[in-house]
């Protein structure tokens, strides 16, 4: 009888690990996914959510950066600074030209070039949107470079041009003068986005059913009139997503061009949020300054697209 217990036992010891072996791989099949996940999201939280949180903090603090300095809390006294500077007004004024001045380089241009190319051979076609794209893969700095010397007051192409035909007599310093300087900034940001739009463009427009286009035609529709009742609302979902692109980075665009030719001038007419950023915590060496107007900048495009994404739900349109 006890050999026989002892079996019993056995066996139901045994039944007992297998169950507890079948909920630990259940277990494990329920949090492999996640294990996959865990790398991108530590990364993400020491390189994203940690200095985000860092800066919400500094915002209401006032520190130098000095080594051996400690942050001294200060409330909303760097929110009350930042209104009362000028060129932080003056800033968001910028932002605001900037982010409205790019959308037609973003949406408008990029989409008839799409449009116009999208009925290519395919050869011919890849050349286009190739040339089109190559101001996009191009270094800022490098981009600079050349416009400097294109505008350049004394030697650039620009005003031998303009000399030669007649339009102007003395030089112009396009950079350093208040009219010029943030329209060619807006200029040199459109230039390089229209590459990069196109073929996001372009992509759209090859999942558009062609058969569509060829119903539209044998009822006698024009190609402008195939534009407006079949291309553009196929693209809506595309005409959204650039336009929320072009809001929430029209600013991270513009910085690397102001920063290498304008500095933000003459008299802050060029400079705009990001390089602000920059200028209160790396020239001034003021963090807890640089920190408010990220903060600020941080809520105000939160909002923003969070309004974008309800927009998005509402109106772009799916071909299912």
């Given at each position: 009888?006890?050999?026989?217990?002892?079996?019993?036992?056995?066996?139901?010891?045994?039944?007992?690990n297998e169950q507890k072996n079948?909920?630990?791989?259940?277990?494990?099949?329920?949090?492999?996914?996640?294990?996959?996940?865990?790398?991108?999201?530590?990364?993400l939280g020491v390189w994203m959510?940690?200095?985000?949180?860092?800066?919400?903090?500094?915002a209401f603090q006032k520190w130098?950066?000095?080594?051996?300095?400690?942050?001294?809390?200060?409330?909303?006294?760097?929110?009350?600074?930042?209104?009362?500077?000028?060129?932080?007004?003056?800033?968001?004024?910028?932002?605001?030209?900037?982010?409205?001045?790019?959308?037609?380089?973003?949406?408008?241009?990029?989409?008839?070039?799409?449009?116009?190319?999208?009925?290519?051979?395919?050869?011919?076609?890849?050349?286009?949107?190739?040339?089109?794209?190559?101001?996009?893969?191009?270094?800022?700095?490098?981009?600079?470079?050349?416009?400097?010397?294109?505008?350049?007051?004394?030697?650039?192409?620009?005003?031998?041009?303009?000399?030669?035909?007649?339009?102007?007599?003395?030089?112009?310093?396009?950079?350093?003068?208040?009219?010029?300087?943030?329209?060619?900034?807006?200029?040199?940001?459109?230039?390089?986005?229209?590459?990069?739009?196109?073929?996001?463009?372009?992509?759209?427009?090859?999942?558009?059913?062609?058969?569509?286009?060829?119903?539209?035609?044998?009822?006698?529709?024009?190609?402008?009139?195939?534009?407006?009742?079949?291309?553009?609302?196929?693209?809506?979902?595309?005409?959204?997503?650039?336009?929320?692109?072009?809001?929430?980075?029209?600013?991270?665009?513009?910085?690397?061009?102001?920063?290498?030719?304008?500095?933000?001038?003459?008299?802050?007419?060029?400079?705009?949020?990001?390089?602000?950023?920059?200028?209160?915590?790396?020239?001034?060496?003021?963090?807890?300054?640089?920190?408010?107007?990220?903060?600020?900048?941080?809520?105000?495009?939160?909002?923003?697209?969070?309004?974008?994404?309800?927009?998005?739900?509402?109106?772009?349109?799916?071909?299912?």
């Amino acid at each position: 009888m006890s050999e026989v217990k002892s079996i019993i036992v056995s066996e139901q010891g045994k039944k007992v690990n297998e169950q507890k072996n079948r909920r630990v791989a259940r277990s494990l099949i329920k949090w492999k996914p996640y294990l996959f996940l865990l790398p991108a999201i530590l990364l993400l939280g020491v390189w994203m959510y940690k200095p985000l949180l860092s800066t919400f903090v500094l915002a209401f603090q006032k520190w130098s950066m000095v080594p051996g300095t400690e942050p001294i809390a200060v409330g909303l006294d760097n929110f009350i600074r930042l209104f009362q500077t000028k060129d932080f007004v003056q800033s968001i004024e910028n932002t605001v030209f900037y982010t409205v001045g790019i959308l037609p380089f973003s949406i408008i241009i990029p989409m008839l070039l799409a449009v116009a190319t999208n009925g290519l051979n395919g050869r011919v076609k890849n050349v286009y949107r190739a040339m089109f794209f190559i101001p996009m893969i191009l270094a800022p700095v490098t981009v600079g470079a050349i416009w400097r010397w294109l505008f350049h007051p004394a030697n650039g192409l620009v005003n031998i041009t303009l000399q030669k035909l007649g339009i102007t007599d003395a030089n112009i310093s396009f950079f350093t003068d208040p009219v010029y300087a943030k329209w060619l900034i807006l200029l040199m940001t459109g230039w390089g986005l229209i590459g990069f739009s196109t073929i996001i463009f372009s992509a759209a427009l090859t999942n558009i059913n062609r058969d569509y286009f060829e119903a539209a035609a044998l009822d006698g529709a024009t190609k402008w009139k195939q534009l407006i009742t079949i291309t553009i609302p196929l693209l809506s979902p595309t005409i959204l997503f650039m336009l929320t692109m072009s809001i929430l980075f029209s600013s991270q665009f513009t910085f690397a061009y102001i920063d290498i030719l304008t500095a933000g001038g003459p008299f802050g007419t060029s400079t705009n949020i990001y390089y602000e950023m920059y200028k209160y915590g790396f020239s001034n060496l003021n963090a807890g300054l640089s920190s408010a107007a990220a903060m600020l900048f941080f809520i105000v495009f939160a909002i923003i697209a969070i309004g974008l994404n309800v927009l998005t739900k509402k109106f772009a349109f799916y071909d299912n």
